[in-house]
């Protein structure tokens, strides 16, 4: 069993920063894709961005340029900074993380989301 706790939400003014991260643990045995969804109230939840294992990233058009992705595989941890922060980016944000546990299983695993305020 995988376990994912983000950390680093909150409440900023629009053009600040946060920066979230998820950290992954428990029977991990590779992990490929890591990303980042939100969901705002009344919507789908969609894709902000995501890495692969080789460091490929991407980006939602509406967050290319502010937000980067980046991840320690040491320590099994994605992050998300995010600056020029608006208040369309308000939402509840997710991590995602997909791979492999031991014996070889397949695992695509969801944090427990936590939220993101932008005030104007």
């Known amino acids: 069993q995988v376990q994912l706790v983000e950390s680093g939400g909150g409440l900023v003014q629009a053009g600040g920063s946060l920066r979230l991260s998820c950290a992954a643990s428990?029977?991990?045995?590779?992990?490929?894709?890591m990303g980042w969804y939100r969901q705002a109230p009344g919507n789908q939840r969609e894709l902000v961005a995501r890495?692969?294992?080789?460091?490929?990233?991407d980006y939602a058009d509406s967050v290319k340029g502010r937000f980067t992705i980046s991840r320690d595989d040491a320590k099994n941890t994605v992050f998300l900074q995010m600056n020029s922060l608006k208040p369309e980016d308000t939402a509840v944000y997710y991590c995602?993380?997909?791979?492999?546990?031991?014996?070889?299983?397949?695992?695509?695993?969801w944090g427990q989301g936590t939220q993101v305020t932008v005030s104007s």
């Open positions: 995602n993380v997909q791979g492999t546990s031991r014996p070889i299983v397949r695992f695509d695993d």
């Open positions: 428990g029977n991990i045995f590779r992990i490929n894709a």
């Open positions: 890495i692969t294992s080789s460091g490929g990233t």
